[in-house]
């Protein structure tokens, strides 16, 4: 039974342990969505508009100090980076570069938006009206 046990494991777990980019994925989704809530959170603590500008492997952290020149200022990250940038592990990208998100005094992004990372079967969402970010 014991080696019975033992071959199973190693047809179907042994190869998920050894393949680290279904990881690397999942864990740049994650950041990716802590990293919308914060710029959100932020933009209603600081009651001034917060963008995130994306690259296909990175999203960094941007903020308006001059309402006529959109954002162009680096914001600091929650770890104290500045600007706050989300980077992702080799061999990892978005399914297609999205379009940067800006969330105004309220909270609210200047529209809806579903984030995809390739190699993960869910998407992030930003809803319109309320700024809400979820899977």
Same mark, same amino acid.
């Given at each position: 039974m014991v080696i019975v046990l033992v071959g199973v494991l190693a047809i179907f777990a042994a190869p998920r342990l050894f393949d680290s980019a279904a990881f690397n994925a999942r864990g740049f989704h994650d950041e990716t969505l802590a990293?919308?809530?914060y710029a959100q959170k932020t933009a209603? =603590? %600081?009651?001034? /508009?917060v +963008?995130? &500008?994306? /690259?296909? #492997? #990175? =999203? /960094?952290?941007k903020v308006d100090n001059d309402s006529s =020149?959109? +954002?162009?200022a680096?914001? &600091?990250?929650p770890r104290g980076d500045s600007p706050g940038t989300v980077t992702a592990r080799s061999g990892v990208t978005y399914g297609s570069?999205? =379009? &940067? !998100? #800006?969330?105004d005094a309220l909270g609210q992004p200047t529209a809806a938006q579903t984030i %995809? !990372?390739? @190699? !993960? @079967?869910r998407s992030i969402t930003v809803e319109a009206g309320t @700024?809400? !970010?979820h899977e």
């Open positions: 990293f919308l809530r209603i =603590a %600081q009651r001034r /508009t +963008c995130v &500008a994306f /690259t296909l #492997s #990175s =999203a /960094t952290l =020149a959109g +954002c162009e680096n914001l &600091a990250g570069l999205p =379009a &940067a !998100v #800006s969330f %995809q !990372v390739q @190699g !993960v @079967g @700024g809400y !970010v």
